[in-house]
Nanobody, 122 residues
Framework: QVQLVESGGGLVQAGGSLRLSCAAS?????MGWFRQAPRKERDFVAA????????YYADSVKGRFTISRDNAKNTVYLQMNSLKPEDTAVYYC??????????????????WGQGTQVTVSS
């Protein structure tokens, strides 16, 4: 069973930047980032295809966040710029086990990380 471990969260001032990393213990298919703010549901943030050629973003982060991956390292990244207080949440990494057999962007994911806290102060 592939495991996902997120890192890179922390406290940053509004307008600042953070880069999250998600290291997988093995190969995965498409991967994504989600976030959950206190007392809110988990929301989709961004997704990337297994080869990295396709990406997809939530409207709330378009133009500010960039998802990328390095398959040689089994790692996906989320570069977050121009951060806002409303970006404060626990950020989760997710992955599909396989490269094929699902629509794009994937509606569901098979594997989830434990999350990393991102706090943006005003």
């Amino acid at each position: 069973q592939v495991q996902l471990v997120e890192s890179g969260g922390g406290l940053v001032q509004a307008g600042g930047s953070l880069r999250l990393s998600c290291a997988a213990s093995g190969r995965t298919g498409a991967m994504g980032w989600f976030r959950q703010a206190p007392r809110k549901e988990r929301d989709f943030v961004a997704a990337i295809s297994w080869g990295g050629s396709s990406t997809y973003y939530a409207d709330s982060v378009k133009g500010r966040f960039t998802i990328s991956r390095d398959n040689a390292k089994n790692t996906v990244y989320l570069q977050m710029n121009s951060l806002k207080p409303e970006d404060t949440a626990v950020y989760y990494c997710a992955a599909k086990r396989t490269r094929y057999g699902y629509t794009w962007p994937p509606p569901l994911y098979d594997i989830w990380g434990q999350g990393t806290q991102v706090t943006v102060s005003s």
